[in-house]
């Protein structure tokens, strides 16, 4: 797979996933450091729209802020996690496969649906849950809570968080084209 340029304004969903499909998260602590780094690390390079930790993948939908920074500043934050985890974990070498994965979108509809699919990615892989899964922004939009996502740019793209909300219960099959994590 050609990996996209990153651009300024543009949205992006970035993805990867543990090399040989092994786990990069083995427990809740993991994944709230690799949150934290990455919404502090990045929070002047990109605004998040959308993400969700998987035991053995991620996604983000991303909207680029700072192209000159952003590869740079989410490589860090990966490669810092992987060697914090290969020492927790007492292993070495890759943690994840290759480089991060990241494709352009190209509209409007293409954007909502990714938020949906990335939101019910514990439903699709675990059959969780995903309005109560705790590694997953959705909850982020239907509470009042503070947060560091663009959620009230999500709210307008759904019109409200009504329409947020029975958006996400609508079953129906997103098609997105060069993507796969298998």
Same mark, same amino acid.
């Given at each position: 797979?050609?990996?996209?340029?990153?651009?300024?304004?543009?949205?992006?969903?970035? =993805?990867?996933?543990?090399?040989?499909?092994?786990?990069? /998260?083995?427990?809740?602590?993991?994944?709230?450091?690799?949150?934290?780094?990455?919404?502090?690390?990045?929070?002047?390079? %990109?605004?998040? +729209?959308?993400?969700?930790?998987?035991?053995?993948?991620?996604?983000?939908?991303?909207?680029?802020?700072?192209?000159?920074?952003?590869?740079?500043?989410?490589?860090?934050?990966?490669?810092? +996690?992987?060697?914090?985890?290969?020492?927790?974990?007492?292993?070495?070498?890759?943690?994840?496969?290759?480089?991060?994965?990241?494709?352009?979108?190209?509209?409007?509809?293409? %954007?909502?649906? %990714?938020?949906?699919?990335?939101?019910?990615?514990? =439903?699709?892989?675990?059959?969780?849950?995903?309005?109560? =899964?705790?590694?997953?922004? =959705?909850?982020?939009?239907?509470?009042?809570?503070?947060?560091?996502?663009?959620?009230?740019?999500?709210?307008? %793209?759904? /019109?409200?968080?009504?329409?947020?909300?029975?958006?996400?219960? $609508?079953? /129906?099959? $997103?098609?997105?084209?060069?993507?796969?994590?298998?």
């Amino acid at each position: 797979m050609k990996l996209e340029k990153l651009q300024n304004e543009h949205f992006y969903h970035i =993805y990867n996933r543990g090399i040989n499909g092994c786990n990069i /998260f083995k427990s809740d602590k993991n994944k709230q450091y690799f949150l934290n780094k990455i919404k502090t690390q990045l929070e002047n390079v %990109l605004e998040i +729209y959308a993400y969700c930790l998987m035991d053995n993948h991620f996604h983000f939908l991303v909207k680029i802020l700072n192209e000159n920074e952003v590869i740079q500043k989410l490589s860090n934050v990966l490669n810092a +996690y992987a060697k914090g985890f290969n020492k927790q974990e007492n292993r070495t070498g890759s943690l994840f496969e290759k480089h991060f994965k990241r494709i352009q979108l190209q509209n409007e509809t293409y %954007l909502r649906n %990714l938020i949906i699919y990335i939101h019910k990615n514990p =439903y699709h892989h675990l059959d969780l849950d995903f309005e109560k =899964y705790r590694f997953s922004s =959705y909850q982020a939009f239907i509470t009042n809570k503070e947060t560091k996502l663009a959620r009230n740019k999500v709210l307008e %793209l759904f /019109f409200n968080q009504s329409n947020f909300i029975s958006s996400h219960q $609508i079953e /129906f099959e $997103i098609l997105i084209e060069n993507y796969t994590l298998e």
